[in-house]
Each structure stands twice: as structure tokens, then as C-alpha cells.
């Protein structure tokens, strides 16, 4: 099955419904309800969302959106050697290089962003929600 790893602007979209992006992301967001793919999150990404969805709406949804997350995603953990990945073979933002490194440890065959310049492809594919929805279209 296909794992998919969801960076946070791809979340944002879908919670706070951001136009042209909200349309494709939620239908990513289907496909890992349905058991359709496997939608990886880091714990960083659920505390980032979780910080701007509580200014932007409320706590309450935020912490809703916590909860939905922990049944929807499979949400695998920050590591000693994530954090060392990431200082030692920097591609562009400490964050990201996280990111990559949770994704590629996880065995991660996507990274879907919006910020596909920001993630070196070197262990696993980097698509915007939109091109990740058309490739999927063509193997169905």
C-alpha cells in the first residue's frame, strides 16, 4: 500500500478550507480515511497544526483536530537520529530535513507539500497534492 507522508501546509489547506488548495487535499485526506493510501504524520507536524488551528479557529477544534489525527494518521516518532539526520546532511530548513528524515525512515514512497522545493527527492517522491491526485488517477 501506498504511505504517504502529509507536511503540514497540506493539513492547513483542509482545516482551513484555503483555496485553490483545500479541494485536493481533502481528497488526500479521504484516501487515508478509506485505507486507500497510508498517511504518515510526524508529531511535529500535529503540534504545528495544532498552534496555528488554535489561533486561527479555536482550542477546541484544535484539540479535535489532535484527537481526528491520532485515528486517521499513522503518526510515528521523532528520533535521536532524525534530529542528527537532519543537522548533518542540511538540504535547505532544519524543520524539513525532520520531515525527510521521519519520511524516509518510515519508508515513506511519497512526501505530499506545497513547498516541493523545500525536500531533497532522494528517498522518496516530493508531489503537490495536485500531482499527487493525478498519478494516483492513473493507476486506478
Not at 489532535?66 to 538540504?91: M, T
Not at 513547498?115 to 491526485?133: M, P, Q
Amino acid at each position: 500500500m501506498i504511505k504517504a507522508y502529509i507536511d503540514c501546509n497540506i493539513l492547513l489547506d483542509w482545516l482551513l478550507d484555503r483555496e485553490p488548495f483545500s479541494l485536493c487535499s481533502a481528497k488526500i485526506i479521504a484516501l487515508i480515511e478509506t485505507g486507500k493510501i497510508v498517511g504518515l504524520v510526524s508529531p511535529l507536524t500535529l503540534a504545528n497544526t495544532y498552534y496555528i488551528i488554535s489561533k486561527e479557529i479555536n482550542k477546541k477544534i484544535a484539540d479535535e483536530f489532535v484527537r481526528d489525527s491520532l485515528r486517521i494518521f499513522s503518526v510515528p516518532g521523532v528520533s535521536l537520529k532524525n534530529i542528527e539526520e537532519a543537522i548533518f546532511n542540511k538540504y535547505k530548513d532544519f524543520e524539513d530535513d525532520i520531515h525527510s528524515s521521519i519520511a524516509a525512515e518510515n519508508g515513506a514512497d511519497f512526501l505530499i507539500t506545497r513547498n516541493k522545493k523545500d525536500f531533497k527527492a532522494d528517498k522518496f517522491k516530493v508531489l503537490d497534492a495536485e500531482d499527487f491526485l493525478r498519478m494516483i488517477e492513473k493507476w486506478n
